[in-house]
Structures are given as C-alpha cells and as structure tokens.
C-alpha cells in the first residue's frame, strides 16, 4: 500500500498525453488514516490547496499541525490510491489501432479507477470523497458514521440539504466562509482574444451563436475570420458549475443550464483548472481558445507549489529528476481582466465571478462541550472556524489568513447559520 500522498490531479489521463500538472507533496501530506479524534476534511479540489495549508502549513508559513497539539486537522486532497493502484486505466492493458505505423488507444478506453482512502484508522477503504458537491457538501451530509468533520465546498447550502442533515444526521449545519476566490477567463499569452470578453459574448460564444471573433461586436484584433475554440469542463466539475451559475447570473435576462453552454460544436472537453487545457492544443487552436479559470489556482501555479509529471521529453520521477521535482507553472496562458474584483450582474460586463471557499460543518460539532486539545477548553469547531464567544479561530488569526493568501485567495470570513442566512459576528 502506498503511504505517501500521491497528490495526482483529477484529470489523470490527460497527464499521459499533454502533462497535467499534480500538486507537490509538502510535509505531513501523506494519506494517513486519522484516529478518533483526529479532524477530517474532504471535497472540491480547487478549496484543497487552501486547507492543506491551514493544515500543514506552506514554507516558512505553520500550520495548525505545527503547533504540536495531540489532535491534528487532516486534509484529504480529492484525488490518489490506498491501494497501490494507478488512478487511471494502464494505456499499456488496452488495445490499439496503428495509424501511419504509430500506436493508439481510443480515448474512451481509457477509464478513471475510483481512488480509495481510509478515513479513519482501522477502518474498511472508502472511495475518496472528491468534488465540492458530492465529496464535500454531500459527503458529510451523508456520513451516518461520523468519519468526515469539515466538507469542502464552493456552494451555498440550500434547505433541502439542511433538512437532509437534519434526517441523517440528527443535526443541521453550519456553512463557514473562509476565504473568497474569483473565475475567469483564460487565453493563451498570445491569442485572438480581445483583452476583455463581456459576459454576453461568453454566453452566446459557448452556446454557439457567435463561432468567430469578427461575430463580437467591437473586435478590433487580426482574427476576426478565425473560428473560436471555446473549452468546456466535464459536467461534474465544480468550476463548470461555477462557470454556469456564474454566467447565468451576469445574464438575467437569459435562460442558461450547461446545456446552452455546451452547445458549440468547435468546443474541447478538458480538465479544469489546468494550464496544459490550454498549452497542449494545435498552434491555431490555441490562440483562439477561452476556458473558465480560477485566479487562485493561477496564482499558485506562479509560485512552484506544483510539480508537473511531464515535461514534453520523458515522464518526470521522483527518484531520478534532479532535486526531485520539476516545478510546473502557468507559463502560455494569462487571465483576462485578472484584476478585477467586483460582480456584476450585467451582460455588458467582462466576464467574472467570485466565488466561496467554505467550511461545511455539523451545529452539534459546534454544540459539543468537550474540549478538543488537552488542556483547552475549545471544541474542533471553535479552535479551527468559528468560535462566537471567545477568541478567534484559526481561520481569522493572522496565522491562518498569511496561509490563504499564500494559497492565492482573499481572506473573506462570513458564517451562515442553519437556516442559511448569514450570521452577524459584530
């Protein structure tokens, strides 16, 4: 069984044909099995970075893990192995066409393996929670047996999964914003994009009404006659779900699922969140494509706290690449309006969204007079996110904050109650 984490991005497959990058592993990242009292957190794969390192810390940074208490917050990412296997089908086990004397698989052979944790020591294997709906929000609304504490997710709760929680849970819950983080979207550094790219054109280019650069009003750049290549991600995505609640709330007026934004027949399915979506397209198709992307994860990539797994030449190993790692970055792309910051629910507005980082947590977790740490008289909840009648939790310390920001979001704390108003901590 492996013990170390292997922090493999979600679209592991690609990483066989184009590169996909795959977070570093930094210390106490291992997938170990938690003990009783030990705090679990699972869910979306954008939020993990943040609360790995409210966890364990980023370089000179600490973590709450550092501090040295008996209990420890264990961050599962949403992707890896508990079993030893490759979380992806083995292109070698599968059949091939030759073409032109070269080798291929279909893509469609090529399977996901469901992952496999333990979320508590001793305990059967579980298939890793992932995903900020299913493996966060869900995921502990689900958990009869009480295995995961914090599910991680961007969405807002609604009242059915209050009154789910209450079913299965005999508790509702509480929602604790953490941190805020903004999508946009992502060109290549040399593109046919114009430098800003309104809401209305993002809605009537991926549902394919506009399929050229000349069909948006104003276009001034040389590629007016070239056919836009708009990137969409799977459907279970959390940032597709975000690119559509984000698109339909800038365009009031329109109806819009992820139907009508699938319906462009130039569009590429790839993996979110990752660079290569972009970088390992053909030359003409790479300066007329747009994707959704994350400003946080752009930030990061920046910074080196990635490694890629593949650099063009040879795949990239642990054990035999100089210094043990070849940093990955976001080198080829760039984000429009990269700065921005406010909302804007008008079709006319560059596109752009916030977006939450939550903590998803159990009321009776909060309720709970047992003190987590010897010698505190703090429960989990008020040590690491909200504590209303005594000092600050973890999150809002200055401690925790340097961790978010160095995880590219904007500390942004707000607490949402069971009935999912919002909560004034004045």
Known sequence: MKNRRQRLSAAVVATLATGALVAATVPAQADLAPLPKDVVSTGSDILQNSFNFLADGYHELPGYNAAGNRYRFVNFDSSGDAQGRSAFTDPRLLPTETVNGEKYVKQSDIKLLNPTIALRAGQDLVVRPTGGGGGGRDAIINDKLGWIDVGRSPDPLTTTHQNNAQNNLKSKLLRIQIATDRQLIATSTTTNAPATISAEAILKIYSGEWKTWGQVPGYTGPGASETIVPLILPTDAGMWNTFVANV???????????????????????????????????????????????????????????????????????????????????????????????????????????????????????????????????????????????????????????????AGVTPDYHVFGTDNAEIDLD
């Open 248 to 406: 339909a709330k800038q365009n009031p007026s329109a109806t819009v699922d992820s139907g009508t934004l699938r319906r462009n027949q130039n569009s590429i399915v790839v993996q979110q969140n990752d660079p290569v979506a972009i970088t390992a397209l053909s030359e003409s198709q790479r300066k007329n494509a747009i994707v959704p992307f994350p400003r946080g994860r752009f930030r990061t990539l920046n910074t080196g706290y990635y490694t890629q797994t593949f650099d063009g030449q040879k795949t990239n190993n642990y054990n035999t690449e100089n210094g043990g790692r070849t940093a990955a970055d976001a080198d080829g792309i760039k984000l429009l309006d990269v700065n921005s910051s406010s909302d804007s629910a008008n079709p006319a507005s560059p596109y752009g969204g916030n977006f939450a980082y939550n903590a998803i947590v159990r009321e009776s977790d909060l309720l709970d007079a047992t003190p987590w740490q010897p010698g505190s008289t703090l429960n989990w909840v008020q040590a690491l996110f909200y504590n209303p009648d005594g000092p600050a939790p973890f999150v809002r310390t200055p401690a925790g904050k340097a961790l978010l920001e160095a």
